[in-house]
């Protein structure tokens, strides 16, 4: 069996091992293992790190929309809110679990693990 690339796993949010079981069980609670291949997931710990990516992302992309809608339409300020709060809150949605997802399949392929002193 081939190990899938990390990316493709954890952007399709499948196992890291397999590429075939669900990574997740709900929007972004790890399943405990793999229904696939049986991987232990118990290692799945991501920590802040999708969020900060996320908003690294989102920030921009936003950021710029906003000023260029800005510069072609000068629209109020509550057009602003109406636009790019729920632009920034979707967009923040749908790429978290994917983002997750890269983490995890990362943590698994380079067996990376919590430091110990």
Known sequence: MA???PIIAGLTCRCPRCGE???FVG???PAPACPACG???KFADSGDGPAVFVIFLVAPIVMA????????FNPPPFVHLILWIPTTLILSLLLLPPFKGVLIALQYRHDAHEGHQ
């Open 27 to 29: 929007y972004l609670k």
């Open 3 to 5: 190990r899938p690339a």
């Open 65 to 72: 929309l906003a000023l260029l809608v800005g510069a072609l």
């Open 21 to 23: 079981g669900k990574l």
């Open 39 to 41: 991987l232990d997931l």
